[in-house]
């Protein structure tokens, strides 16, 4: 069965905290993708790549950083939280031979305080 | 840029009750244009897809007509249930997926029986 894997659900940080958010994929799909989901805003992409040490910038970028180091996994990195980063961040991946059909995880939802 | 706009919620409806969604987009090209469900706690699944102009893409009773001449893809379904209550996404890519998705705000569903 197809899956996304989001290490943690939930996590409550301080305002200025390293944060990373891990996800992996078992479906040796090549794209992979991270979102930020909020009220009345929809889902906005922040960073996605297409192979291993490859990453392009989405819509927002701003404040996020990503590694790709393994094929299975994609971590998103907040350098310095700040409470404006308190969202729900959904993983994705994607086969590059089938680009649309697109695999969410369940979300993490992050608060920082 | 790409954009997609869809009605605001909540919808309320009656279990039985026919529903649209609707979803209208800009985009340059030709995009493919989906639709995606959001239940409660859980990431988001596909629901359907349209890869050209009048191709309607359908699952679960749901369906959608791909309308370049409108650039629009509303969701329809003739007979809802409590089950389908969920928020619901629209969304498009230019290229198919691989470079990620433009999302709509979604629209929350709630059907009462």
């Known amino acids: 069965d197809v899956k996304v894997t989001q290490s943690s659900r939930y996590l409550v940080k301080r305002t200025g905290e390293k944060v990373f958010l891990e996800c992996v994929q078992d479906?040796?799909?090549?794209?992979m993708f991270w979102y930020r989901q909020d009220p009345g805003l929809g889902l906005r992409l922040i960073y996605f790549?297409?192979?291993?040490?490859?990453?392009e910038k989405g819509d927002i970028p701003e404040g996020y950083s990503v590694s790709r180091e393994k094929k299975e996994r994609f971590s998103l990195i907040l350098e310095s939280a700040s409470t404006n980063q308190t969202s729900m961040y959904l993983c994705?991946?994607?086969?590059?031979?089938?680009?649309?059909?697109?695999?969410f995880g369940e979300g993490s939802w992050l608060t920082v305080v | 840029g790409n954009s997609v706009t869809q009605m605001e919620g909540p919808v309320t409806l009656s279990e039985e009750a026919f529903l649209t969604i609707n979803c209208t987009y800009t985009?340059?090209?030709?995009?493919?244009l989906f639709w995606y469900v959001q239940y409660p706690g859980e990431g988001l699944q596909l629901l359907l897809k349209?890869?050209?102009?009048?191709d309607k893409g359908s699952n679960k009773g749901f369906e959608a007509t791909y309308r370049k001449e409108t650039t629009s893809f509303h969701l329809e379904k003739g007979s809802v249930q409590v089950s389908d209550s969920a928020v619901y996404f629209c969304?498009?890519?230019?290229?198919?997926?691989?470079?990620?998705?433009?999302f709509g705000k979604g629209t929350h569903l709630i059907i009462q029986p």
């Open positions: 994705a991946s994607s086969r590059r031979a089938t680009p649309d059909t697109i695999y």
């Open positions: 479906m040796d799909h090549e794209n």
């Open positions: 790549s297409y192979d291993v040490k490859m990453k």
């Open positions: 985009a340059t090209g030709y995009p493919s």
């Open positions: 349209a890869t050209k102009a009048d």
């Open positions: 969304a498009l890519s230019p290229g198919g997926g691989a470079d990620g998705l433009t």
